[in-house]
């Protein structure tokens, strides 16, 4: 049962010290709906930590529909995504807007390894919300269902296609820093969901022979993998070609749908970052791209040293041959 120190707001309201008892405001005063249209002028974070301030306000930071509010003010593809999907807007805010936490690797491992077998079931299907901003205003809110269960997507490498046509063409003209892109995929076994891009662009690079820039939008998992999703426009004539995710691993190849899967479903199950991820993912992704590129630079030495000992070996095995010839 809450006391009285526990019905009291003393962030919000004036404390009866000094007074003659009429001016202290207990919370119970104010009417139920009025204090629930303040709380839903919160940002998720402020509410999650005001429910844990007192008592008097953990029932009314649970408010179904703010978290609801708060999901499609940042999400509105969720309005096209059934109920039944998730395990209620608060715990989908929860999964989806922190970071997953990248767990330190040592070693960079084959990507069939980057996630123990049998640490967590695979999704069968797998539900992506997909939002893309340009300068503030929503220019594509899609949601798409894959079928993560058939053996075509299993064995081909992870990809997740938001556009199935051939694109679109933006009001404005695209520019690539103003655009910013939040990825949410969920798994309607279990109502989990993981954050899959960076919001914010971690790369840019444009194609000049084509005339197309890729905005990437990468999240760096554990294992030596990372969440890639690319926006694909052109500058001129402000047309987005392709919006996609896939899953890369630490020598730039793609990871299996299987592999893939094992990623998703463990980053769905882990520990997530707190305050200030936004900063890092892009600071995390170029590491992860310069040790992608020391790591390929290594491997082309390998390479060319065993070329130079297969073209010793034959030039010697030639060299005895004619010798063989001349003295024979």
């Given at each position: 049962?809450?006391?009285?120190?526990?019905?009291?707001?003393?962030?919000?309201?004036?404390?009866?010290?000094?007074?003659?008892?009429?001016?202290?405001?207990?919370?119970?005063?104010?009417?139920?709906?009025?204090?629930?249209?303040?709380?839903?002028?919160?940002?998720?974070?402020?509410?999650?930590?005001?429910?844990?301030?007192?008592?008097?306000?953990?029932?009314?930071?649970?408010?179904?529909?703010?978290?609801?509010?708060?999901?499609?003010?940042?999400?509105?593809?969720?309005?096209?995504?059934?109920?039944?999907?998730?395990?209620?807007?608060?715990?989908?805010?929860?999964?989806?807007?922190?970071?997953?936490?990248?767990?330190?690797?040592?070693?960079?491992?084959?990507?069939?390894?980057?996630?123990?077998?049998?640490?967590?079931?695979?999704?069968?299907?797998?539900?992506?919300?997909?939002?893309?901003?340009?300068?503030?205003?929503?220019?594509?809110?899609?949601?798409?269902?894959?079928?993560?269960?058939?053996?075509?997507?299993?064995?081909?490498?992870?990809?997740?296609?938001?556009?199935?046509?051939?694109?679109?063409?933006?009001?404005?003209?695209?520019?690539?820093a103003d655009l910013s892109l939040s990825w949410v995929l969920i798994d309607p076994a279990t109502g989990r969901a993981v954050n899959a891009s960076s919001r914010l662009?971690?790369?840019?690079?444009?194609?000049?022979?084509?005339?197309?820039?890729?905005?990437?939008?990468?999240?760096?998992?554990?294992?030596?993998?990372?969440?890639?999703?690319?926006?694909?426009?052109?500058?001129?004539?402000?047309?987005?070609?392709?919006?996609?995710?896939?899953?890369?691993?630490?020598?730039?190849?793609?990871?299996?749908?299987?592999?893939?899967?094992?990623?998703?479903?463990?980053?769905?199950?882990?520990?997530?970052?707190?305050?200030?991820?936004?900063?890092?993912?892009?600071?995390?992704?170029?590491?992860?791209?310069?040790?992608?590129?020391?790591?390929?630079?290594?491997?082309?030495?390998?390479?060319?040293?065993?070329?130079?000992?297969?073209?010793?070996?034959?030039?010697?095995?030639?060299?005895?041959?004619?010798?063989?010839?001349?003295?024979?």
């Amino acid at each position: 049962m809450a006391t009285g120190d526990d019905l009291r707001c003393p962030a919000a309201f004036a404390a009866d010290g000094g007074g003659d008892g009429e001016s202290a405001t207990a919370i119970e005063d104010l009417p139920t709906d009025v204090l629930a249209l303040v709380l839903r002028r919160l940002d998720g974070a402020s509410l999650a930590a005001l429910g844990c301030a007192c008592a008097a306000f953990r029932g009314l930071a649970a408010d179904p529909d703010a978290w609801r509010a708060l999901c499609l003010a940042r999400w509105p593809s969720l309005r096209d995504v059934p109920p039944a999907d998730h395990k209620g807007h608060r715990q989908l805010f929860a999964d989806a807007f922190p970071f997953p936490f990248p767990a330190a690797a040592a070693a960079v491992p084959a990507p069939s390894s980057a996630v123990p077998a049998g640490a967590c079931s695979l999704p069968t299907r797998l539900v992506s919300a997909v939002d893309l901003h340009h300068g503030g205003a929503c220019i594509m809110s899609r949601v798409v269902e894959t079928d993560a269960a058939s053996g075509w997507f299993l064995g081909a490498p992870f990809r997740v296609d938001a556009l199935v046509q051939e694109g679109f063409s933006a009001p404005t003209p695209i520019t690539p820093a103003d655009l910013s892109l939040s990825w949410v995929l969920i798994d309607p076994a279990t109502g989990r969901a993981v954050n899959a891009s960076s919001r914010l662009p971690v790369s840019v690079d444009r194609r000049w022979l084509t005339g197309q820039t890729v905005v990437r939008f990468a999240v760096v998992l554990g294992g030596g993998v990372a969440l890639d999703a690319a926006v694909t426009c052109d500058e001129r004539f402000g047309h987005i070609t392709e919006v996609s995710l896939r899953i890369e691993d630490g020598e730039g190849g793609g990871v299996s749908g299987r592999d893939g899967l094992a990623v998703v479903a463990a980053a769905m199950a882990g520990a997530r970052q707190g305050r200030g991820a936004e900063a890092a993912a892009r600071l995390r992704y170029e590491e992860f791209v310069k040790g992608r590129a020391a790591r390929k630079e290594r491997k082309a030495r390998r390479e060319g040293i065993f070329d130079l000992c297969c073209s010793g070996v034959g030039a010697a095995a030639f060299l005895g041959f004619l010798a063989m010839l001349t003295f024979r």
